[in-house]
């Protein structure tokens, strides 16, 4: 009998005018692993929310068919009750905690549960080695980081010893290096217990080989595949397949470690390095920080950074939680200034933050966008109100309002939670602002998405830029900052796209 | 860092004294009362066992503003400090000392209640609260987490929005506050929502709660709540006298049973430092 039914599964939410999730059917075998993915606003939140009854309980709207999670039907059992059955994970670290301190939220689903001291105690002590977190057993959650957060929200749930596992797109709000130790507690979870686990997630290179099946929405309809399959087929999946699938490789790999057998015949037929046609001469600077010192509290951020930016020119800045990538932007935006150090700038400054929401307010995009320049692309939108867009739109709105007319435009975190199509569209839009003159400066984790727009990346640790060339001379052979087709094919090569083969 | 040895009263003991402290701060204008009130908690705040940084400037605005209201607004009394012309609408006139006193009364009583409740919050977690109640009053319990947890997620979200307003030309300082409202107060309902998800999800009122470190009842916490309870009695039987400078600028000394049993309230201050200096590993 399967651990998870979804029978005929319709929801609305209130007001909404298409079913989020349209005559869902599917089921979910004890210790089975599936991969949900799909575009922004598919529906892979809401699904995964009617596994422990928020939806409907706490979202309200039409419910039809009906979800059998850990033999309790949701429509009857809410989620105070389902919580012990199925653990979830939330997408923003920072949304799901209720205590001060690590220890006592690992405590908190435990003393709901009623369970006695002792054996409460255990659980604490077992989910702090399971996940790996003993070291932040005292930490004040406010004092953690990103990916910190995100594997005691696990250990959170863990410790409830749920029956299931999920897992709403934990990784789109970390940079590579937390995102790879989050995901690596799931392996352990998968791999060692055997937890069933359903996971959201758009870096799919990583889920992808551990998952049992593939689930890919599209306006809300489920269709189900195995891994391969699903991949091969299209949506949202790791660059060594579209590698694969354009060198004709059979069967289509879907980890680096099923693709390095295969990788070295067509490293045989490449030529020695890419060639990067003509070499992008930097235009005239607009902006530059230079030997620029700063601490936040006596926490140095910034210890002699410098920086030059020129007009048409798309620059990235990469580097990992702390290294001082959003101080230089805030700097440039004005809102913070040096404490040692020189920072010009020359031209009217556009800011989009990490949170694009803190820019939207209005009732509709019209009000957002008046008396700024209209943005081509927007016309769909401008009467709906900006929070009820998609992540991917909202950024889009965000840029149109905050870079209208602008010299230089700052982006801090411009992918995150975005799917493979707008990340795409992102992408070209930045492009074309580069082209229109504009100097366009992006802070990012997303390697892959780096490679292919920017003219120059930036490297950053410590507070200091230490590397800052050419995508294919700053990225190539990094064990972090690195795409995966340069960490299978090396010699500068970076993206599928630039690659001279066909099937062989 | 936190004070890993410093003493730590039973949450009970420090609500207790919290809605003594409230209590004189809210019904008690006396300036002398006030001033050693505001003793008392800033001694109690730099006790051994703080943790975050006290809010000094939202406390000196919350301070500061009524005496601007009530300078504005006011224009009685006989002691003038200066005149603006009166063809001025609303502020044109008279601007008078006794304005300023009366604002200011107000102002200590509004920071004081701040800070008392600042720092309340800072000495008794959600965790305490949550645990404090008995199940009927569950749902009272989520409505008391979100509020605790309201004030730091608030001035985070104000922060947030007021840093991008500037690059985006949106006004600053205080005439950005109006434009602000709209934008903290969506942001907090919002997060609001997600915190009430994420009880629900982790099973919160689903059945009685057990507790992973109960809060030990020991002697000190009875001299607290005593204290607490000498302070309320103080303020019912002895008030300190009104002050009212419109009609005498210079305050009434209070009585010595009132000044006396608002001393009580320094207790945990005091009884906080003496433990600390005293502890095995501080000698």
């Known amino acids: ?504 | 860092m936190e004070a890993a040895n410093a003493m730590s009263f039973s949450p009970l003991a420090w609500i207790a004294w919290a809605l003594a402290a409230l209590a004189v701060a809210l019904t008690a204008r006396n300036p002398f009362s006030q001033a050693l009130l505001l003793l008392i908690v800033a001694n109690t705040w730099l006790g051994p066992s703080r943790r975050t940084a006290f809010p000094v400037r939202m406390a000196v605005i919350l301070g500061l503003l009524p005496v601007a209201l009530s300078l504005a607004g006011s224009r009685f009394g006989a002691h003038p400090l200066f005149s603006l012309p009166s063809s001025i609408p609303l502020i044109g006139g008279r601007w008078t000392l006794e304005a300023a006193l009366f604002g200011a009364t107000a102002g200590v009583a509004l920071s004081l209640t701040v800070s008392i409740l600042v720092l309340v919050q800072a000495r008794v977690s959600t965790a305490d609260v949550l645990a404090l109640l008995p199940r009927p009053l569950y749902g009272v319990g989520s409505a008391l987490a979100l509020a605790l947890a309201f004030v730091p997620q608030t001035a985070a979200t104000v922060k947030g929005i007021v840093e991008v307003r500037g690059p985006a030309g949106g006004s600053r300082g205080w005439r950005a506050a109006p434009s602000l409202l709209m934008p903290v107060l969506l942001t907090t309902l919002e997060r609001s929502l997600q915190y009430a998800e994420s009880l629900d999800a982790r099973g919160f009122a689903g059945r009685r709660r057990t507790r992973y470190r109960p809060s030990r009842w020991q002697p000190v916490d009875t001299i607290a709540l005593a204290a607490a309870a000498v302070a309320i009695a103080g303020l019912a039987l002895s008030p300190p006298p009104a002050y009212d400078p419109y009609s005498r600028l210079v305050p009434e000394l209070p009585a010595f049973a009132s000044l006396a049993s608002l001393l009580a309230l320094a207790i945990p201050a005091l009884l906080e430092t003496w433990v600390s200096r005293h502890a095995p590993d501080h000698a």
């Not at chain 1, 607009?286 to 007009?311: D, H």
Request: aromatic share 4%; charged share 20%; proline share 6%.
């Open chain 1, 1 to 504: 009998m399967p651990l998870i039914t979804l029978d005929r599964l319709t929801f609305t939410y209130p007001q909404g005018k298409a079913p989020a999730l349209r005559e869902v059917t599917a089921s979910v075998e004890a210790g089975e692993v599936i991969l949900v993915r799909g575009a922004s606003g598919s529906g892979k939140s809401t699904l995964l929310r009617c596994l422990n009854g928020l939806v409907p309980h706490h979202s309200g709207g039409h419910f039809a068919g009906r979800v059998i999670a850990c033999g309790l039907d949701t429509r009857r059992h809410p989620p105070r009750e389902l919580g012990a059955q199925v653990g979830f994970v939330f997408q923003h670290p920072e949304a799901q905690f209720i205590l001060e301190d690590v220890e006592s939220e690992l405590a908190f689903g435990l003393e709901n549960l009623g369970l006695p001291r002792p054996l409460m105690r255990k659980r604490i002590e077992e989910v702090l080695d399971q996940v790996g977190i003993n070291e932040l057993r005292a930490r004040r959650i406010g004092s953690l980081s990103g990916g910190e957060r995100q594997r005691v929200a696990i250990a959170a749930a863990l410790a409830m010893h749920p029956q299931a596992l999920a897992l709403d797109e934990p990784t789109s709000q970390l940079d590579p290096q937390a995102a790879e130790d989050v995901l690596q507690v799931v392996l352990r979870l998968v791999l060692e217990l055997g937890m069933t686990t359903l996971i959201a997630e758009h870096r799919v290179e990583r889920i992808a080989p551990l998952a049992d099946r593939v689930w890919t929405l599209h306006e809300g309809a489920v269709a189900q595949a195995a891994p391969r399959d699903a991949l091969s087929a299209g949506g949202a999946r790791p660059p060594i397949v579209d590698l694969a699938l354009k060198a004709g490789w059979d069967p289509v790999p879907i980890s680096l470690a099923q693709a390095r057998p295969m990788a070295a015949s067509l490293r045989a037929r490449l030529p020695a390095a890419p060639s990067n046609g003509a070499v992008r001469e930097p235009g005239a600077a607009i902006a530059e920080i230079s030997g620029v010192t700063f601490s936040y509290e006596g926490r140095r951020a910034l210890a002699g950074a410098s920086l030059r930016l020129g007009r048409g020119e798309l620059t990235v800045l990469m580097g990992r939680n702390g290294a001082g990538k959003s101080t230089v932007l805030k700097l440039l935006a004005g809102i913070l200034r040096p404490q040692r150090g020189r920072v010009q700038v020359g031209g009217q400054v556009g800011y989009v933050p990490q949170d694009a929401d803190t820019l939207l307010f209005k009732a509709t995009v019209r009000e957002e966008l008046t008396g700024r320049q209209a943005s081509s692309g927007l016309e769909p939108w401008l009467d709906r109100y900006p929070r009820d867009l998609s992540v991917g739109e909202r950024q889009r709105v965000a840029i149109a309002a905050a870079g209208a007319g602008c010299e230089l435009l700052l982006l801090d975190e411009p992918t995150r939670g975005l799917d493979p199509g707008a990340k795409r569209e992102l992408g070209l839009e930045l492009r074309r602002r580069a082209g229109a003159g504009t100097a366009v400066l992006v802070a990012t984790h997303d390697v892959e998405w780096a490679a292919g727009i920017a003219d120059r990346v930036a490297l950053m640790a410590e507070g200091e830029v230490y590397a800052d060339g050419p995508p294919g001379r700053v990225l190539s052979d990094s064990l972090v900052f690195s795409t995966q087709v340069n960490k299978l094919l090396g010699n500068g090569w970076l993206l599928v796209d630039e690659l001279p083969i066909g099937p062989a």
